[in-house]
């Protein structure tokens, strides 16, 4: 019967060895022989056996028939077979041929370690394995992906020339038009930057999304009347039918509703088509076109229930109601959920009922019924499970836990500010103290310090500022931490408490002007900009933008260079337009 041994021991990599009484065992004589597995048979006189067996095995192609065997040797076989590195037997016993497959795997992935065990050698193999698995089964999910948007765009007269039109940006076009500018402060001086930028980069995905971003800066700036051909610049045909998607939104976020629509419909794409008539029809319903909007939400709807293989149909049609509930349509958002319960499947049954919920706890507090927001709300709040829950039932059980706690922060803030509208901030503060006990149960790092961002936020909502601040100086991320602060400035300017506003706005501009990373900070400090241009504050507007500016300036891979540049004319487009307002 063949010997197994014991695999509680260490190993020593190959170029350092292991040694014996006698003998110097080289790499995984040590991890073989000394760290084997199965059961604990590994007895003092082992080490001289081990040591003539790596004798044998050195100058061997195959292992002697009395070699010992062992279950996790086998295993590593196996798995370095899989990685074409290994051609020898499956029989669980080291040789020659398994020891320099060791040392191909080393010099591809690097060294498994010096001294670690068996266990932990088998378990770096598979993971390299499975990496390596997860890149080919990636690239085949984006070979196939791309073929059949190639062939979805050629398909299209009305999309043909998007695929195959000259796909490279003009960069010395934009480099002159940079020049000119000589650091000039215009939204055009910017987008011409931006585009000298993206013109640089040499991988070619990073050029397309940073094109994605001027091309999206350009619309909502009013410069949007080359869309096609900057279309015709992006070299990944799956990023053009996302980029269609996404410009026909903002066509119709700016006001520009036909065009956006008009695009829209060419998209050949299913869900990027219907994922963007459902943006343009809240776009609509926010511009007051009600009429327009019913009757996009109801072609939306009935595009919906024809695609039963679509994945994110639910999705679409609470996000489409949610965004009518919000423009003010109760009654277009109450038809789109009540339709989506016609093609939900039992496992996205509940999900759509707690979006219901939430939908219409929202449209009862905007219009003033808060005891019945309240309600409903407190109904949600008390149920056992969650949807998180429900829609992680694949998850393990602790990150399904995490998932919903989460979910129940967000909910029992939402409960304390509508408890806290309702004149009722004694119970608002109790509901706060349940959402504290939540977030402190939410999986460390950045889900847990969002928990308490979004509390911090619901203390300075029901007017206890103190409580607030004490909570966002907490946190540890700085950008939340500054995002925090300045809204919570929106929130005391809003209630009436100037001097608590500005205060909390230095400590925002503080946070975010030492924010490590340039792009974070320069992105930052703009959308501040933009806000404080939209509250009809310009000086500070003004002087924000400058702050950003001067981080995004200092990017110099292309990378990041264009997209910020790209984000801060819009900003800039915000700014100024509040100045010729003013």
Excluded at 72 to 100: F, N, S, T
Excluded at 396 to 420: H, K, P, W
Excluded at 469 to 484: D, P, T
Aim: proline share 2%; with cysteine; net charge positive.
């Amino acid at each position: 019967m063949p010997r197994q041994v014991d695999s509680g021991k260490a190993f020593r990599s190959p170029r350092k060895g292991l040694r014996s009484r006698s003998a110097r065992l080289p790499f995984f004589l040590g991890l073989s022989l000394l760290a084997f597995i199965d059961c604990a048979a590994a007895q003092s006189g082992r080490l001289d056996q081990v040591a003539a067996l790596d004798r044998d095995a050195a100058g061997a192609g195959a292992a002697a028939p009395d070699l010992p065997w062992s279950a996790v040797v086998r295993d590593i076989q196996r798995e370095l077979r899989d990685l074409g590195l290994y051609d020898g037997p499956i029989d669980g016993r080291y040789d020659a041929r398994l020891k320099a497959a060791i040392g191909r795997f080393e010099a591809q992935h690097g060294e498994i370690g010096d001294g670690a065990p068996l266990a932990d050698a088998l378990r770096r193999i598979v993971s390299v394995r499975d990496a390596l698995h997860l890149r080919r089964d990636l690239n085949e999910i984006r070979d196939r992906q791309t073929e059949q948007a190639v062939r979805a765009l050629r398909a299209s007269p009305a999309t043909r020339d998007l695929i195959d039109a000259g796909k490279v940006p003009d960069g010395r076009s934009a480099a002159s038009q940079a020049a000119e500018c000589a650091g000039a402060v215009s939204v055009d001086c910017l987008l011409a930057e931006a585009r000298s930028a993206a013109a640089g980069i040499e991988q070619s995905n990073f050029q397309d999304w940073a094109l994605r971003d001027i091309i999206l800066t350009e619309i909502r700036t009013g410069r949007g009347n080359a869309v096609r051909e900057r279309l015709r610049h992006l070299s990944d045909a799956r990023l053009v039918l996302v980029a269609m998607r996404e410009a026909a939104e903002a066509l119709a976020e700016a006001g520009r509703i036909g065009e956006g629509l008009e695009l829209a419909e060419t998209v050949p794409d299913t869900e990027n088509r219907i994922r963007a008539v459902a943006s343009i029809a809240v776009s609509a319903a926010r511009a007051g076109e009600t009429g327009l909007a019913r009757k996009l939400s109801q072609r939306v709807v009935a595009m919906l229930d024809q695609e039963h293989a679509l994945a994110s149909r639910v999705a679409i049609a609470t996000t489409l109601a949610s965004g009518l509930a919000q423009s003010g349509d109760v009654e277009g958002a109450a038809y789109v959920i009540g339709a989506a319960r016609n093609f939900a499947s039992p496992a996205t049954a509940r999900l759509i009922k707690h979006a219901e919920v939430g939908m219409i706890t929202g449209a009862l507090a905007d219009t003033g019924d808060y005891g019945a927001a309240v309600d409903a709300l407190t109904a949600l709040v008390e149920e056992p499970g969650s949807a998180m829950i429900a829609a992680s039932a694949s998850a393990v059980s602790r990150a399904a836990f995490a998932e919903g706690d989460r979910y129940r922060v967000t909910t029992l803030c939402n409960l304390a500010v509508v408890q806290a509208k309702a004149g009722n901030r004694k119970a608002a503060a109790k509901t706060l103290g349940k959402a504290a006990a939540a977030a402190a149960r939410v999986r460390k790092g950045y889900p847990q310090e969002y928990s308490r961002f979004s509390l911090a936020l619901a203390w300075a909502r029901i007017g206890n500022f103190d409580k607030g601040e004490s909570e966002l100086s907490a946190l540890g991320n700085a950008n939340l931490r500054a995002e925090g602060f300045w809204r919570a400035a929106e929130i005391a300017g809003l209630a009436g408490d100037s001097g608590r506003a500005e205060a909390f706005e230095r400590q925002a501009l503080e946070i975010a002007g030492g924010i490590e990373s340039r792009f974070d900070r320069a992105v930052m400090l703009g959308d501040m900009a933009i806000a404080a241009a939209r509250a009809a504050r310009v000086s500070a507007a003004r002087r924000i933008f400058g702050k950003a500016l001067s981080a995004g300036r200092e990017l110099e891979a292309g990378w990041w260079r264009a997209r910020a540049l790209a984000r801060l004319a819009t900003a800039l487009h915000v700014v100024t337009g509040a100045e010729t307002a003013r």
